[in-house]
């Protein structure tokens, strides 16, 4: 129950540097592996009892009128998100709420189960704050996932991140089918969903950011068709060309897209500090946290441009402090999401960026969250 404890203590005003300077060491002993499963164990735990949410929501709750946002008919009390890759089954969702975040996304879900690839599949790069993992989608299934979320009655919206099944033999026309198979069961239980089109669906390791699978997938869900279905977005890479993220922008708009997640993890190794002996070691893997928050901001930068600011976007990667959510809002996301701010900040992150986006409004003269990117900067 350490992590237990770390969320209770890093409340405190008095103690603002508890999880970092005292409890994120002792997690840091643990495997990156390990440390995840035992806070999601234990978030999962507490999300079972009412009166502990109650207390949670209590020390860890902000709101404010400024930060309230109606986006795809669903009100986000607040613009941070957890992003997908968190929790994945949607087992800790109740207390990731009470923990004040203003919308959740879970998954990836597939359609058919997987226990993901071997361990060790996470590690941790403390000096550039960053992760690499190679998960492998790990993951319950839809059937099982889809069932447990159309219990939850959360006050937040809650997204569902879908991919294809982790499996190099399920392509082409195969591949599409076990994508709509999870889209078609989620889609009268998710507030929205992202597909998350850039994990590889053939043995070359193809993904559906190749132009030809985007038009075949989107075309075979029917979004354009079906005014019933949640919003939908598209997760994209951080690592794509201008060339590219502008074809593919161009088939999604074609299809009715509500918006963009901006951005996946980095297959790249850019911009690091840690040495290239302990890089070389890890191996394959997405990287995430603060190496590509200058990436990922310049990926929403363009898809604000492309889109005239028409579209939705939800911004994440390396936010780990208040001035992070600015940069990504005045780049022209509209909502955030974090995940690896998390290992290194400590669950009091989002109350912080919050409190923190608040003062810089009132600092500022603006009344709105949406009027943070009308900022000028010096």
Same mark, same amino acid.
């Given at each position: ?35 995840? =499963?035992?806070? +999601? ?37 607040? @613009? ?17 709420? &009470? ?9 990836? $879900? ?60 399920? +392509? ?13 069961? $989620?889609? &009268? ?6 597909? &998350?089109?850039?994990?590889? &669906? ?6 559906? =950011? ?20 949640? @919003? ?43 040495? =290239? ?35 939705? +976007? ?38 912080? +960026? ?25």
């Amino acid at each position: 129950m350490l992590q237990v404890w770390c969320l209770t203590l890093d409340k405190y005003p008095e103690l603002p540097n508890m999880y970092k300077f005292l409890f994120r060491p002792l997690l840091f002993r643990l495997s990156s592996d390990y440390a995840h =499963e035992i806070t +999601i164990k234990s978030a999962s735990l507490l999300s079972q009892y009412k009166w502990l949410l109650k207390i949670t929501g209590a020390l860890y709750g902000y709101s404010d009128e400024s930060l309230e946002q109606k986006i795809g008919g669903l009100r986000f009390p607040n @613009p941070v998100g957890l992003a997908a890759g968190f929790d994945k089954n949607g087992t800790a969702a109740p207390f990731m709420q &009470n923990l004040g975040f203003g919308f959740v996304e879970i998954g990836s $879900v597939t359609a058919n189960s997987c226990i993901g690839n071997p361990k060790p599949r996470t590690f941790r790069l403390p000096e550039d704050q960053s992760l690499i993992n190679r998960l492998g989608l790990n993951n319950e299934g839809v059937l099982t996932i889809s069932r447990r979320l159309k219990y939850r009655n959360l006050s937040i919206p809650m997204g569902v991140n879908i991919a294809k099944t982790h499996d190099p033999s399920i +392509i082409g026309e195969r591949a599409i089918e076990d994508y709509r198979t999870s889209f078609d069961m $989620v889609k &009268n239980i998710a507030d929205y969903i992202t597909l &998350n089109i850039s994990c590889p &669906n053939t043995t070359e390791g193809k993904t559906f =950011e190749d132009p030809d699978s985007l038009y075949k997938l989107l075309k075979s869900l029917e979004i354009e068709h079906d005014a019933s279905l949640p @919003p939908v977005l598209v997760k994209f890479s951080v690592d794509l060309d201008d060339s590219l993220l502008h074809e593919l922008l161009d088939i999604c708009e074609g299809f009715a897209i509500e918006g963009y997640v901006a951005t996946n993890t980095s297959s790249l190794r850019e911009n690091l500090k840690t040495r =290239e002996s302990v890089i070389q070691q890890i191996g394959k893997g997405g990287l995430s946290g603060k190496a590509i928050g200058a990436k990922s901001t310049a990926v929403i930068q363009k898809i604000h441009s492309y889109t005239k600011g028409l579209k939705t +976007i939800i911004g994440v990667g390396g936010i780990n402090s208040t001035e992070d959510a600015i940069e990504k809002l005045k780049a022209g996301a509209d909502l955030l999401q974090i995940y690896t701010g998390l290992v290194y900040e400590g669950p009091s992150l989002i109350k912080k +960026i919050n409190r923190g986006l608040v003062a810089y409004m009132e600092k500022h003269g603006i009344d709105h969250v949406y009027h943070i990117r009308k900022v000028k900067t010096r």
